[in-house]
């Protein structure tokens, strides 16, 4: 079984983590209360092609995850077209909604980072149930496209938080390693541990906003 990563591990993913939050959170505010004139859907449609194509480099160029400064780098640059794609979105929501969802967010992830950390239950293990869960919502994500409904789209946006809310608690006990855990990231991955993380959090970001946004 992985043994347990030590605490200088752990807090070397939770500071990058909580870097790339920070700026995100920053640039969010930015294009929420200066109004910034890109918020378009080609720009948003440009940061998603840039974010898409940073998360390929990641997961399958071993070399730019380890190698410092090259790793911090290539991170910093993902971190900032995510923020302006998701600055260039929330702008169709009001600015209350946006805060909301930034706190319900927080919440759920301290909760759920708390439990994965303390419990003794192996959620890793389920990996392979929760990529077959995943594709299912995409192919009930493209069912309510078609039908446009705006209670579809409230359950949609339920299913993704619960989904992504077990990714988190799956990605935190990757992370954290120990008798119990089936799997787990090797401690030279921290900067890898930190992107699942961040793209869990971004993630249950979006669906409770759209979620809150749904029921205003």
């Known amino acids: ?11 070397k993913v939770y500071l990058t983590l909580m870097i790339q939050l920070l700026v995100t959170v920053g640039i969010i505010c930015a294009f929420l209360y ?5 918020s378009t859907y080609w720009f948003s449609f440009c940061m998603m092609a840039v974010v898409l194509v940073m998360i390929f480099v990641f997961s399958c160029c071993v070399g730019i ?18 923020g302006m794609m998701l600055g260039s979105l929330t702008v169709y929501y009001a600015a209350e909604a946006v805060l909301w969802a930034m706190g319900a967010t927080a919440l759920v992830s301290f909760s759920l980072s708390v ?9 890793t293990a389920a990996r392979g149930s929760l990529w ?14 078609i039908l446009r409904s705006q209670y ?20 935190t006990q990757q992370m954290v390693g120990g008798k119990n855990r089936k799997y787990s990231i090797s401690p030279e991955e921290y900067i890898f541990a930190a992107l699942n993380l961040y793209l ?3 993630t249950l970001f979006l669906l409770l906003l759209q979620l809150i946004g749904l029921s205003r």
Do not use: H
């Open 34 to 38: 200066w109004q910034f004139t890109l």
């Open 65 to 82: 995850r380890r190698r410092v400064p090259l790793n911090f780098i290539a991170l910093g640059l993902f971190t900032i077209a995510e």
């Open 152 to 171: 579809l789209y409230i359950m949609y946006a339920c299913i993704g938080t619960l989904l992504f809310s077990i990714y988190l608690v799956v990605d």
């Open 132 to 145: 077959a869960f995943g594709w299912t919502l995409v192919s009930f994500g493209l069912l309510c496209a």
């Open 115 to 123: 439990f994965a950390m303390q419990s003794k239950w192996d959620f």
């Open 200 to 202: 869990d959090i971004i």
């Open 1 to 11: 079984s992985p043994p347990p990563y030590s605490l200088g591990f752990i807090r």
